[in-house]
Antibody
Framework: QVQLVQSGTEVKKPGASVKISCRASGYTFTTHYIHWARQAPGQGLEWMAI????????SYAQSFQGRVTVTRDTSTSTVDMEVSRLRSEDTAIYYCARGVVESAHDYIDYWGQGTLVTVSS | DIQMTQSPSSLSASVGDRVTITCRASQSISHYLNWYQQKPGGAPKLLVFGASILQSGVPSRINGSGSGTDFTLTISSLQPEDFATYYCQQSYSGRTFGQGTKVEIK
């Protein structure tokens, strides 16, 4: 079965960086995109980025351009997301999710369990 | 960027009620609209993709419709397991989520 397993809780100070991992299993890693989204406490979902594991091409939401970097390792079926210059507003649960991108449809069908990142001095 | 606006932000309803949630895009997104359900403490779950296609395993009381800029998610007869927050998401240009609609028990 499809599984996306994320790395554990992180606590960081303002100005630091954080790297979150997402390991995929149960399907061929290079056949599906991986998205990243986040959810601040009590707030809605915010889409951040997407990577095509087949080639490594990425796209980022404008609000995260230059501060977020997504990479993949096909040998371990893992996608990493690094967020730099953290501020308190980055405190959130970060999710990776599997994307289906076809000519007529584009959606997310599986989600990781989420990784809580707390930014506090 | 395409903005997605859901209404209402929250609603109270009873088991058996018909519930409708709307989602409006700031520009035409054709049928590139998906709906997700999220329960407290859990990850979102895909309900509908392509505006109207029910994901496998999702009960038929859930229906999605619309195209262009205006979309709706309808639950024909609300069940206890349907109390949750619902999000629309466009995938026409980049990806954007709506702000969510919380469905609470009346």
């Amino acid at each position: 079965q499809v599984q996306l397993v994320q790395s554990g809780t992180e606590v960081k100070k303002p100005g630091a960086s954080v790297k979150i991992s997402c390991r995929a299993s149960g399907y061929t890693f290079t056949t599906h995109y991986i998205h990243w989204a986040r959810q601040a406490p009590g707030q809605g979902l915010e889409w951040m980025a997407i990577i095509n594991p087949d080639g490594g091409g990425t796209s980022y939401a404008q609000s995260f351009q230059g501060r977020v970097t997504v990479t993949r390792d096909t040998s371990t079926s893992t996608v990493d997301m690094e967020v730099s210059r953290l501020r308190s507003e980055d405190t959130a649960i970060y999710y990776c999710a599997r994307g289906v991108v076809e000519s007529a449809h584009d959606y997310i069908d599986y989600w990781g369990q989420g990784t809580l990142v707390t930014v506090s001095s | 960027d395409i903005q997605m606006t859901q209404s209402p932000s929250s609603l109270s309803a009873s088991v058996g009620d018909r519930v409708t949630i709307t989602c409006r895009a700031s520009q035409s997104i054709s049928h590139y609209l998906n709906w997700y359900q999220q329960k407290p403490g859990g990850a979102p779950k895909l309900l509908v993709f392509g505006a109207s296609i029910l994901q496998s395993g999702v009960p038929s009381r859930i229906n999605g419709s619309g195209s262009g800029t205006d979309f709706t998610l309808t639950i024909s007869s609300l069940q206890p397991e349907d109390f949750a927050t619902y999000y629309c998401q466009q995938s026409y240009s980049g990806r954007t989520f709506g702000q969510g609609t919380k469905v609470e028990i009346k």
